[in-house]
């Protein structure tokens, strides 16, 4: 079953992320909502995604990684196939500051 825990402040950004990609990407979404579920199921299932950083990024970056979730993202599980790795997957690059900050912001939602 997939998970669908994306805090308020987390489905705010993704609804920002969302407005900015759509008049790009919507010949390849069904919907906006189907763009909005694969950023919050591909956050919430397996590889955590930096809202923020995703937000800032030059358009290069950020279509690399809205196309690349749509691409890579089985929908059953959630998971990104073929070892894609967004650029702004929380990883071992982001500092320990960055990550703590996160998991503050997710407990308290």
């Not at 702004?88 to 500092?95: E, G, Q, R, V």
Request: hydrophobic share 35%.
């Amino acid at each position: 079953m997939l998970e669908h825990t994306a805090t308020r402040r987390e489905m705010e950004l993704i609804d920002k992320i969302v407005n900015r990609a759509w008049d790009t990407v919507k010949e390849g979404y069904k919907d906006r909502l189907t763009l909005y579920m694969d950023l919050e199921v591909c956050h919430c299932n397996g590889c955590p995604l930096n809202f923020d950083k995703l937000l800032a990024f030059p358009d290069s970056d950020f279509y690399h990684d809205i196309w690349g979730i749509r691409n890579k993202i089985n929908r059953r599980n959630g998971k990104l196939t073929d070892c894609f790795l967004p650029r702004c997957a929380f990883d071992n690059a982001d500092t320990a500051i960055d990550a703590q900050k996160y998991l503050n912001e997710k407990k308290e939602g």
